[in-house]
């Protein structure tokens, strides 16, 4: 069963915030998140190991609360270039191979 | 650099065809993967492979087959192309257990009339 993404579409002006929430009715042993800019493959983001660890890179951050099997991508003071397509998938077992994605979310961040 | 590469970026077939899909990666990965890609739907799991000759049936495996004789090339066969088999489907590779990163290719947009 596919993670349920929220929200399907959020849009942004530069510099602003936005959360997006990835979340699974199944226990999880990992969360991934990838960016598909338009017309072009999607690129790996990050990825959250069972254990809740916060992960980021620069201003795009993630969490991973297995209770609630729930992940969020947190991104920060939005850029540009931050816009395309965002997809969680995840892995109920490790190897992180098999993966399940979510619907994706359209991030559109305008000047 | 990583390289995913499938045969076509576009195609257009008849119903009934039978079609084939290529892909090949250049970093030695033993994963390889075939999604279709709708829109709403997200990224589907067609079929996967684990090793040259190994293949696991995906989420939505109905009306596709797959076949990997080397280990860089994994092809999707449509066997008898349906209009509801029109979609992006898009490759992917990665090693077991290491990274966990997969590598996508460019996606071949595939029209059935």
């Known amino acids: 069963q596919q993670p349920v993404q929220s929200p399907q579409a959020v849009i942004l002006r530069e510099g602003e915030d936005a959360v997006i929430n990835c979340s699974s009715s199944?226990?999880?042993?990992?969360v991934h998140w990838y960016r598909q800019k338009h017309g072009e493959a999607p690129v790996f983001l990050m990825i959250?190991?069972?254990?809740?660890e916060q992960k980021g890179h620069e201003k795009i951050s993630a969490s991973f609360n297995e209770k609630k099997q729930q992940s969020s991508l947190y991104l920060t003071a939005s850029q540009l270039s931050y816009s395309g397509t965002y997809f969680c998938?995840?892995?109920?077992?490790?190897?992180?191979?098999?993966?399940?994605f979510g619907e994706g979310t359209q991030l559109t961040v305008n000047p | 650099d990583v390289k995913v590469t499938q045969s076509s970026r576009y195609l257009v077939k008849r119903t009934g065809e039978k079609v084939f899909l290529e892909c090949v990666q250049d970093?030695?990965?033993?994963?390889m993967f075939w999604y279709r890609q709708d829109p709403g739907l997200g990224l589907r799991l067609i079929y996967f492979?684990?090793?040259?000759?190994?293949?696991e049936k995906g989420d939505i495996p109905e009306g596709y087959s797959v076949s990997r004789e080397k280990k860089e090339r994994f092809s999707l066969i449509l066997e008898s192309a349906s209009t509801n088999q029109t979609s992006m489907y898009l490759c992917?590779?990665?090693?077991?257990?290491?990274?966990?990163?997969?590598?996508f290719g460019p996606g071949t947009r595939l029209t059935v009339t």
């Open positions: 199944k226990a999880l042993y990992s």
């Open positions: 492979s684990y090793d040259v000759k190994m293949k």
């Open positions: 970093m030695d990965h033993e994963n």
């Open positions: 959250l190991l069972k254990g809740g």
């Open positions: 992917a590779s990665t090693n077991p257990g290491g990274a966990y990163e997969q590598y």
């Open positions: 998938g995840t892995d109920k077992s490790p190897g992180g191979s098999r993966l399940t």
